[in-house]
């Protein structure tokens, strides 16, 4: 159920005990009845404030977050103004998310348990429209949708608004957001204006949500009982400096080794989404991805598995998990750290809901710590930085798990046949006199059973995070080197980056890009010649097609690195880089053009690199 009345746990920390109940709030006896069978005695303060004052006929602006109640505080007093024996619409909640719309749709209906004669109706895009008007037809009084499909039924002439006495915005700074300022305005200009009930609730109260209030709302009662802190403090917040390298290992270490039923891991994007959770399923991780390109169908069975527990772990979009609320979810892992504050809050929100204990974990690259620093500031949380598990810490749990199973399969019977097997082993061993002992066989058996192959040639180090402490030893994302005065690295290849004197770039700068982004170690670069317009690096190795990829749309004071290996100037007597005076010796062409196996570095084209030929690295992007 979305946002239903909170538990006798009190939201925020520093208010003192709540000794207000539902039945000091005006409801009419049916509604009681029906909060009061639900199991629910205490209300939040959103809807202590909220109740009253929209069942005295006020119109109502809530800043409130996701999971502070608000489904109840403009929920009960809906239904308190509905008649029941009109078979019409008579109440229109829009709400930004199809997700959304169905929990709400579902809590109202769960307060109304008592009057069956009230219908309620969700309708939104991505589903047939035959049930939705069918729905209309058979006198649905509450609708709950979304803009668009609300738009497409009114078009249709199947959803009246003429006879709406009560109209709520709900999380009216996401659906701005998500481009339905237009449709929003249609619609609440299509409501009668004389005798409504208008409560428009948000996150945040942004000039646009203040002109729509201005212009649809008649003298309202603000109430702002949500901030940063109060929605969150039931969620302990952790975080962890990881190179993006190590990301995706460090997050499947995370999620072997928590104890929470399930979790949601946040991305930026649909690719993101997609990626990553077929990574975490090569990696042993039973994941799912869940986007706004989802169809309605194929997320309300991803929601089902994940509330049933057939599914664990789901890769979310940030569009994708609003409204989303599953009672197992104790885990919410920023993958990719949010920009934006409320964004961050409102994703941890899906966990430590109405009182219950939640973990949120947030990776940060070095380069993010100062974006983690402002939401610590904002949200006012004491943020723990914590280490991820180490190999050996994941292998441990797993055969412990394993070491149950099997204690619990013993008991279960029918093992003569593993005995038949053990005992060839033994025999086995005792002719060939090896070293291989039963104790020696266990050892490998679970090492197998928890998916351990043993030492691998391409082995993450143990420890993934980078620490403050360890940050003077460990150069792997560190800036500041002297590079260029280094001797030759052993069987090294020089790089050109596209950055130089002009760009005020430092060697240090390059270092960290490079190190960063291309999943190598400070000990891995050598001299570093920085000219006018370009640099010169030199790489132990070659570099691999995958660390191009992510090295080239790096960016260093604004420019992309674009690396490729050095080919040195072309043509005329001149075959070197001049130091000196940092001029750029051509010899005798002294143009700004020269090839390189068909590609052609045009310097007078602004920086133009001309893969046509080539069909060089393809540019992507990384999580």
Partial sequence: MADTPASDTPETPEVEENTTTFADLGLPSDLLEAVETLGFTTPTAIQEQTIPTLLGGRDVVGVAQTGTGKTAAFGLPLLAQIDPDKRRVQALVLAPTRELAMQVADAISDFAQVNHDIKVLSVYGGSSYVPQIRGLERGAQVVVGT???????????????????????????????????????????????????????????????????????????????????????????????????????GLARVLATTDADAAIVFVRTRASAEELALE?????????????????????????????????????????????????????????????????????????????????????????????????????????????????????????????EATERYFVGRLSVYREALDSFKAAQ????????????????????????????????DRLNVRDRDRDRDRDDRGPRKGRDRAPLHGSRRYR???????????????????????????????????????LVEIAGELSSDATNRIYDAEVSGRALKIRPDEGPRGGGGRKYDRGDRKFDRGERGGDRFKRGGDRFDKRGGDRFDKRRSGGPKRRRDY
């Fill in 147 to 249: 803009p668009g499909r609300v738009m497409d039924l009114i078009d249709k002439g199947a959803l009246k608004l003429n006879n709406v006495s009560y109209f709520v915005l709900d999380e009216a700074d996401e659906m701005l957001r998500m481009g339905f300022a237009e449709d929003v305005e249609t619609i609440a200009g299509s409501l009668p204006a004389e005798g409504r009930i208008t409560a428009l609730f948000s996150a945040t109260m942004p000039p646009q949500i203040r002109r729509v209030a201005d212009q649809h709302m008649t003298d309202p009662e603000h109430i702002s009982v949500s901030n940063p802190r109060s929605t969150v403090s039931t969620v302990k917040q952790t975080y962890a400096v990881v190179p993006s390298r190590h990301k995706i290992g």
């Fill in 280 to 404: 975490l399923n090569a990696r042993g991780v039973q994941a799912a991805a869940i986007s706004g390109d989802v169809a309605q169908r194929d997320r309300e069975k991803l929601i089902e598995r994940l509330r049933s527990g057939f599914l664990d772990v789901l890769v979310a979009t940030d569009v994708a998990a609003r409204g989303l609320d599953v009672e197992r979810i104790g885990l919410v892992i920023n993958f990719d750290i949010p920009k934006e504050i409320d964004t961050y809050v409102h994703r941890i929100g899906r966990t430590g809901r109405a009182g219950r204990e939640g973990v949120a974990l947030s990776f940060v690259t070095p380069r993010e710590r100062a974006r983690l620093r402002k939401i610590e500031q904002a949200t006012k949380a004491n943020m723990e930085e914590v280490d991820l598990p180490t190999p050996a810490e994941v292998s441990k749990l797993r055969a412990n798990r394993l070491i149950k």
């Fill in 430 to 461: 005792e002719a060939e006199e090896t070293d291989m002992s039963v104790d020696d066989l266990v050892y490998a058996l679970l090492a197998i059973g928890v998916r351990d192959p043993g030492p691998q040639a391409n082995d993450e180090p």
């Fill in 497 to 535: 980056v596209e950055v130089g004197h002009r760009d005020g770039v430092k060697p240090g700068a390059i270092v960290g890009a490079i190190t960063g982004e291309g999943g190598l170690r400070g000990s891995d670069l050598g001299k570093i010649d920085i000219y006018p317009s370009f640099s």
